[in-house]
């Protein structure tokens, strides 16, 4: 069973650049859930998507937008990137089922804006 | 909004000692709770997850956590602490449906040999 990969691992952008981050989820989930891991921070609710929709969305501007695919890969784009963006991009995958079934996360993509 | 608190960002125990790591909950319904560890450089782990089915919930690495809804809390315990328990702790709650996640700003786990 494979589980949650993300690509790439690390990456260093400028201010105002535009990045893309990516996302295969675990083998049988079909939502995809992308958080946003400051320094030193829990993890914060970016959105999530299920059915290639978007289903639920944090407290993040409309830079930060997402698109899922048929086979429930997923990408995290951010554009105009400002230097608080800097942080660890930890995409979670899940079947979609009950309420209260946990998530399953990669290693994340660590982004600095320089 | 449900939301969870964290007591404590750092906690430092003797090896072979109690670990015990604090989380408070705020949920106007019966929450799901979890708690997750992280290693440098690392993704989150789930250690263990409460729905309900029981208030006392085993999970991996030895660790349990207890269910308290008179306190609103959802403690982290270990009975023995081992060297390689040194991590990031966080406990989250459902929010909705969807089954997103809200994190607390976490515990780092030190171990003193």
């Known amino acids: 069973e494979t589980g949650v990969t993300q690509s790439p691992t690390h990456l260093i952008k400028t201010r105002g650049q535009q990045v893309t981050l990516r996302c295969s989820s675990q083998s049988g989930h079909n939502t995809v859930s992308w958080y946003q891991q400051a320094l030193g921070q829990g993890p914060q609710f970016i959105f999530q998507?299920?059915?290639?929709?978007?289903?639920g969305r944090g407290n993040f501007p409309p830079r930060f937008s997402g698109l899922q695919f048929p086979n429930y890969s997923s990408e995290l784009n951010v554009n105009a990137l400002e230097l608080d963006d800097s942080a660890l991009y930890l995409c979670?995958?899940?079947?979609?089922?009950?309420?209260?079934?946990?998530?399953?996360f990669g290693q994340g993509t660590r982004l600095t804006v320089v | 909004a449900q939301s969870v608190t964290q007591l404590g960002s750092h906690v430092s125990v003797s090896e072979g000692a109690l670990v015990l790591l604090r989380c408070n909950y705020s949920s106007s319904v019966p929450p799901y709770l979890f708690w997750y560890v992280q290693y440098p450089n690392q993704g989150l782990q789930l250690l263990l997850k409460?729905?309900?089915?029981?208030?006392l919930v085993k999970g991996i690495n030895g660790f349990e956590a207890e269910f308290k809804k008179s306190e609103t809390s959802f403690h982290l315990t270990k009975p023995s602490a081992h060297m390689s328990d040194a991590a990031e702790y966080f406990c989250?709650?459902?929010?909705?449906?969807?089954?997103?996640?809200?994190f607390g700003t976490g515990t780092r786990l030190t171990l003193i040999p």
């Open positions: 409460y729905t309900s089915a029981a208030t």
């Open positions: 998507y299920y059915r290639e929709e978007e289903n």
């Open positions: 989250a709650v459902i929010l909705g449906a969807g089954n997103q996640c809200s």
């Open positions: 979670a995958s899940s079947p979609r089922g009950r309420t209260g079934t946990e998530a399953f």
